[in-house]
């Protein structure tokens, strides 16, 4: 009979924690890349990504943005 105890619990809590974070990473990863990719067809968040820090704030940025972030820049456009 094993009787692993509390160590073993957190052990395999810590092993699971670490592979969570490294999937949601590899998330944040991808979603960063793809917004570059989109960015070489859509000047308009070329234009965002290459502009001055202290324009983030602006309702046009922060619009821009929000669609990339959100995941809905898909749905504002028509299909082909």
Do not use: C, W
């Not at 619990?9 to 960063?32: C, E, P, V």
């Not at 070329?46 to 001055?52: S, W």
């Amino acid at each position: 009979m094993h009787s692993g105890g509390a160590g073993e619990s957190l052990q395999i809590a810590n092993m699971a924690s670490g592979r969570a974070k490294q999937f949601l990473q590899s998330l944040t990863n991808d979603r960063a890349r793809q917004i570059l990719v989109d960015a070489v067809e859509d000047p308009e968040l070329m234009k965002v990504l290459l502009g001055r820090p202290s324009n983030l704030n602006s309702p046009r940025v922060e619009r821009i943005m929000s669609r990339y972030l959100t995941g809905t820049v898909g749905a504002s456009l028509p299909d082909e």
